[in-house]
């Protein structure tokens, strides 16, 4: 009977991380530097509210809360990747708050900086919900690859590394 239990838990915590990888993207961490890159490009302030989708293990969100006073999201699918955030986010002192959600069923209307790195279909997928629920003047970074048929304010280019794209909305 145990051993039933814990495959049953395996196959969850499996087919959660699958249908997250199906839905947005596959779990793959953005590089240090270019969070650190990526945290120029957003400039955060003190009254921003900065959301990560598709968060992992929150490594951007984890960073930009320890050198930042914004208010810090980041929104994930998958169970195993969304409890791994948490546990590793316990000890910072301005926790970002990581939500169990699924980024086109999330409310976006509060957050004026967006973060993506998803695959390029589903930027073309979530580009509508960005457009309708983002106010005007909040920002868009994409990691890697831009939004189809949005022009970038700005790319961070940097040979031998990948791009980041700057949207204003």
Same mark, same amino acid.
């Given at each position: 009977?145990?051993?039933?239990?814990?495959?049953?838990?395996?196959?969850?915590?499996?087919?959660?991380?699958? =249908?997250?990888?199906?839905?947005?993207?596959?779990?793959?961490?953005?590089?240090?530097?270019?969070?650190?890159?990526?945290?120029?490009?957003?400039?955060?302030?003190?009254?921003?509210?900065f959301v990560e989708l598709g968060c992992g293990?929150?490594?951007?969100?984890?960073?930009?809360?320890?050198?930042?006073?914004?208010?810090?999201?980041?929104?994930?699918?998958?169970?195993?990747?969304?409890?791994?955030?948490?546990?590793l986010a316990r000890d910072l002192s301005n926790?970002?708050?990581?939500?169990?959600?699924?980024?086109?069923?999330?409310?976006?209307?509060? =957050?004026?900086?967006? =973060?993506?790195?998803?695959?390029?279909?589903?930027? *073309?997928?979530?580009?509508?919900?960005? *457009?309708?629920?983002?106010?005007?003047?909040?920002?868009?970074?994409s990691y890697v690859w831009p939004i189809a #048929?949005?022009?970038?304010?700005?790319? #961070?280019?940097?040979?031998?590394?990948? #791009?980041?794209?700057?949207?204003?909305?």
């Amino acid at each position: 009977m145990i051993l039933q239990i814990l495959f049953f838990i395996v196959f969850l915590l499996v087919a959660s991380m699958a =249908y997250a990888s199906w839905r947005g993207a596959p779990w793959v961490p953005t590089k240090t530097r270019d969070v650190v890159r990526m945290a120029k490009l957003a400039n955060l302030q003190s009254a921003d509210r900065f959301v990560e989708l598709g968060c992992g293990t929150g490594n951007v969100s984890r960073y930009l809360a320890s050198h930042s006073s914004a208010k810090i999201f980041g929104v994930e699918l998958s169970l195993v990747q969304w409890f791994a955030a948490r546990v590793l986010a316990r000890d910072l002192s301005n926790s970002p708050t990581f939500i169990l959600a699924d980024a086109f069923h999330h409310d976006l209307s509060s =957050y004026n900086v967006v =973060y993506l790195f998803l695959m390029p279909d589903t930027y *073309k997928k979530i580009s509508p919900k960005l *457009k309708a629920e983002l106010k005007p003047g909040s920002r868009v970074i994409s990691y890697v690859w831009p939004i189809a #048929d949005w022009t970038a304010t700005t790319v #961070d280019h940097i040979e031998g590394a990948p #791009d980041l794209f700057l949207y204003t909305i």
